[in-house]
C-alpha cells in the first residue's frame, strides 16, 4: 500500500505539513476548484456529502466501474485508465475525502462510507471496485461494509485496510517521512514518496521523469490542503481479516513482481481467503503498476470484467 505516516498516521488519508502552493485560496475556501483543463470539459463533478463537497469523474457507460487511487494523489492516477474503460463502462473516479480536489475532513469519517453515499447518491452499482494501494484498501473496506454496491474487487498492491509493512525497506521509507515531516521539510518527504514507485530494487533516476512528475504534482497538491497539527479524523475499520470469508463477489489481486514480500504475502492472503479469488502478477514492475506498464494493467482489467 501507499507509504503510510507513523506515530499514529499510519493510514495514508492525509498529510499534515505546510506546502506553497498557489491554489492555497482555492482550498481555504472549502470548495476546491477545477483545473482549467477538467473544468471546460465539464468532467469534474462534486457531491454534496455531509462534510463538504467531494470531487468525482464520471465518464462512459455502461456497467459501472469505479477506480480509487492511491494515497497522497488524486483521480489523475488513472488517466490512462479512464479512456480504455469508459468505451464500455461507466467510470467513476473520486477524489477520497482530504486528497485532491475533495474537502478535507471536519469530522471523523471512514473510507467506505465515503464511497458508499457518493454511489448511493448518484443511484449507481453494484460495482466493480478497482484500487491501487490506498484505493485497493477501500475497495476492501467497502466490500466488507456495504456488500450490496460491490459486484467485484480489484486490489492492487493491497489487501484490507489492516495489513502494514514489516519489510525493513519500507520501515526505511516510513522513518523517513517521519524525519522530514518533523522538520517541515516537504522536499525531503517528496524524495521519500517517490522512492516508493522504483521499490527497493531499481533506482529512482532509472524510472520514467514523467510517471515521477505526475505522482510530485498530485502529491504536492494534496499536502497544500494540510497544515501541521491538523488532526486525522479518518476512523479505521477493525477485524477486517475476519470477515474476508464472507466477501461473496470475484476478488483479483494485481501485484507488480517488484513489490515487497510482506504485501504481496497480504495479498495473496486475501485471494485465498475468498470463496472466489485469483490474481496476476504484472513482471518488471513494482507499485504504481498502472503507470509503469498501462497498457498491460489496462489489458488485465478488461479481461477481468470480461468474466463478470
Not at 17 to 23: K, V
Not at 57 to 66: C, F, T, Y
Not at 77 to 93: E, G, K, N, S, W
Request: charged fraction near 25%; include cysteine; proline fraction near 6%.
Amino acid at each position: 500500500m501507499t507509504p503510510g505516516l507513523p506515530s499514529g498516521l499510519q493510514d495514508d488519508t492525509l498529510v499534515v505539513m505546510n506546502a506553497a502552493s498557489d491554489r492555497a485560496a482555492e482550498h481555504a475556501s472549502g470548495r476546491p476548484t477545477t483545473p482549467d483543463s477538467e473544468r471546460d470539459s465539464g468532467r469534474l463533478r462534486f457531491f454534496g456529502s455531509t462534510d463538504g463537497d467531494l470531487a468525482y469523474l464520471d465518464a462512459g457507460a455502461g456497467d459501472l466501474v469505479v477506480l480509487l487511487h492511491a494515497g497522497f494523489v488524486d483521480h489523475r492516477l488513472f488517466d490512462a485508465q479512464i479512456p480504455a474503460l469508459a468505451a464500455r463502462h461507466r467510470v467513476i473516479a473520486p477524489d477520497v475525502r482530504g486528497h485532491g480536489f475533495s474537502a478535507n475532513a471536519t469530522e471523523p469519517f471512514r473510507w467506505a462510507d465515503d464511497l458508499a453515499a457518493l454511489l448511493r447518491h448518484l443511484d449507481a452499482g453494484p460495482a466493480v471496485l478497482v484500487g491501487l494501494s490506498m484505493g485497493g484498501a477501500i475497495a476492501t473496506d467497502t466490500v466488507l461494509e456495504h456488500p450490496d454496491l460491490v459486484r467485484a474487487v480489484v486490489a492492487c498492491g493491497a489487501a484490507t485496510s489492516e495489513f502494514q509493512y514489516t519489510d525493513p525497506w519500507y520501515q526505511e521509507i516510513l522513518a523517513e517521512y517521519a524525519r522530514t515531516m518533523a522538520a517541515g521539510d516537504i522536499e525531503g518527504w517528496l524524495a521519500a514518496f517517490l522512492r516508493v514507485v522504483p521499490g527497493a530494487h531499481r533506482r529512482v533516476e532509472d524510472m520514467d521523469p514523467g510517471i515521477l512528475r505526475r505522482l510530485r504534482e498530485m502529491a504536492l497538491h494534496t499536502l497544500s490542503k494540510h497544515s501541521p497539527g491538523e488532526p486525522n479524523l479518518h476512523t479505521p475499520m477493525t477485524d477486517t481479516w475476519s470477515r474476508v470469508p464472507k466477501i461473496d463477489v470475484p476478488v483479483l489481486a494485481v501485484n507488480g513482481s517488484l513489490e515487497p514480500d510482506d504485501l504481496v504475502a497480504a495479498a495473496d492472503r486475501l485471494v485465498d481467503t475468498v470463496p472466489d479469488g485469483r490474481s496476476v502478477v504484472i513482471e518488471g514492475a513494482g507499485h504504481y503498476t498502472n503507470l509503469e506498464q498501462p497498457e498491460r494493467f489496462n489489458e488485465i482489467l478488461l479481461d477481468f470484467l470480461r468474466t463478470l
